[in-house]
C-alpha cells in the first residue's frame, strides 16, 4: 500500500487476555519499528527489526510482550496476560534502510484499552 | 543514560507569529535529527530532519536549528496558522540504531 496500516486501530480486551496487533510496512521498506505511546506522552521504543538481522529487542518492557516479522514484511505485536498499564497506543513505522532518513513512516497506531 | 528532551512541554501563540519549539539531546555521538508533527488520532508525520554535519536546514515555513556545542535543537515554525496546531517531537538516532524521541511539545494556535 501506500502508507504503514496497522490493525485493529482500537481494541479493548479485559485484563489477562493476550492481544495481537498488526503492522503492514511500506511495500520494500527494510526496517520497521514498534513504539508504545502512554496519553500525553512521549513514543517509547519497543522493538526494531532490520532486514535478516536478529531484532534488537532492548525495548520491550517484559517478557509478555514478543513481536515478529515475517518475510521481512508484516509484523505482528504479542501482548500476553494483558494489564491495564499496557494501554497504550502502539505505533509502528517503516523505513528504508539505504535512506534511514526521512523514509520513516509511521501508521495511525492501534489504541489498546485493557479494562 | 541518555535521552533527548524538550524544554517546554506546551507553547501556545498568536496565528501568524512565528513558533520556536526546543529540544535538548545528551547523547553527543547522535547524527541524524528530525521533528516530527503529531496530530490528535494520527501517527507522528516527518517535517524536516538535520545531519549533524549542518546546524541549519530550512523547509517550507520551517527551520531546523542544531547546536552541537550545547546540545540543542530548535523547529521554527513561520507565520504560524491553526493547521500548526499538534505534538511536536524532536527524535535522534545514531547510525542504523532505533530511533529515539522526546516527550513532545503541544502546539497551540490562538486565532
Known amino acids: 500500500g501506500a502508507g504503514v496500516s496497522q490493525s485493529p486501530s482500537n481494541k479493548v480486551t479485559e485484563k489477562g487476555k493476550d492481544v495481537e496487533l498488526r503492522c503492514d510496512p511500506i511495500?520494500?521498506?527494510?526496517?520497521l519499528y514498534w513504539y508504545r505511546q502512554s496519553l500525553g506522552q512521549g513514543l517509547e521504543f519497543l522493538i526494531y527489526f532490520q532486514g535478516n538481522s536478529a531484532p534488537d529487542k532492548s525495548g520491550l518492557p517484559s517478557d509478555r510482550f514478543s513481536a515478529e516479522r515475517t518475510g521481512g514484511s508484516v509484523s505482528t505485536l504479542t501482548i500476553q496476560r494483558t494489564q491495564q498499564e499496557d494501554s497504550a497506543v502502539y505505533l509502528c513505522?517503516?523505513?528504508?534502510?539505504?535512506?534511514?532518513?526521512?523514509?520513516?513512516?509511521f501508521g495511525s497506531g492501534t489504541r489498546l484499552t485493557v479494562v | 543514560g541518555e535521552s533527548v528532551g524538550l524544554h517546554l512541554p506546551t507553547l501556545s501563540v498568536q496565528e501568524g507569529d512565528n513558533s520556536i519549539i526546543n529540544c535538548a539531546y545528551s547523547?553527543?555521538?547522535?547524527?541524524?535529527f528530525i521533528w516530527y508533527k503529531q496530530e490528535s488520532g494520527k501517527g507522528p508525520q516527518f517535517i524536516i530532519d538535520i545531519r549533524s554535519n549542518m546546524d541549519k536546514r530550512q523547509g517550507q515555513r520551517v527551520t531546523v536549528l542544531l547546536n552541537k556545542t550545547v546540545k540543542h535543537l530548535s523547529l521554527q515554525i513561520a507565520a504560524t496558522q491553526p493547521g500548526d496546531s499538534a505534538v511536536y517531537f524532536c527524535a535522534e538516532k545514531l547510525g542504523n540504531n532505533d530511533m529515539r524521541f522526546g516527550a513532545g511539545t503541544r502546539l497551540t494556535v490562538k486565532p
Open positions: 511495500s520494500g521498506h527494510t526496517a
Open positions: 513505522a517503516s523505513s528504508s534502510y539505504d535512506r534511514g532518513n526521512n523514509g520513516y513512516t
Open positions: 547523547n553527543s555521538a547522535s547524527d541524524y
